[in-house]
């Protein structure tokens, strides 16, 4: 998609922000979930842009489509959260899932990020297929490192070197 564009976040995107993963969380995913039960929505600088992490947003025609976050956990490591693409720009037609994990991986080997962790939960089978198409393999929860912040739902973990990608 030509207007597509992959870019870090900046204040004036907060609220489009929420508007995209609002909705996913409590219309698709059942979550019974607001805002304010998420402060890093809307501290998103101090919380994800500060280290070696990063928020990118993916814009289409002015309009926030998609996101995705890496918070820097120490040692090198990273935790990738809060990627959410709105349903109607899922898919290869558009690829935006893609890009913004492309371009997140980009910036963690930039910062020398030496391995990203991720938490998502068993039903989520698209995501499962997708971050194993993209080198991330299964761990145990026993392998994770202790900074790395899990989520309650979370059932399923995945890891990955950047470098390898």
Do not use: W
């Amino acid at each position: 998609m030509s207007s597509l564009v992959i870019r870090p976040f900046v204040p004036a995107d907060e609220q489009g922000v929420i508007d995209v993963i609002l909705p996913i969380q409590r219309e698709e995913f059942g979550l019974a979930i607001t805002a304010a039960d998420q402060p890093d929505l809307r501290a998103i600088p101090a919380f994800y842009q500060t280290g070696s992490g990063e928020f990118l947003v993916a814009e289409h025609q002015g309009r926030i489509v998609g996101t995705i976050a890496m918070k820097d956990i120490g040692s090198g490591q990273g935790a990738l959260r809060k990627m959410f693409v709105a349903a109607e720009f899922r898919g290869s037609k558009f690829g935006v899932a893609r890009a913004l994990l492309d371009r997140l991986l980009e910036c963690a080997r930039s910062v020398g990020l030496q391995e990203v962790f991720l938490g998502t939960t068993d039903r989520f089978l698209a995501a499962h297929r997708f971050y194993e198409k993209h080198g991330f393999h299964l761990i145990d929860a026993a392998e994770l490192p202790e900074s790395f912040p899990r989520m309650a739902v979370d059932t399923r973990f995945y890891a990955l070197k950047p470098g390898s990608a």
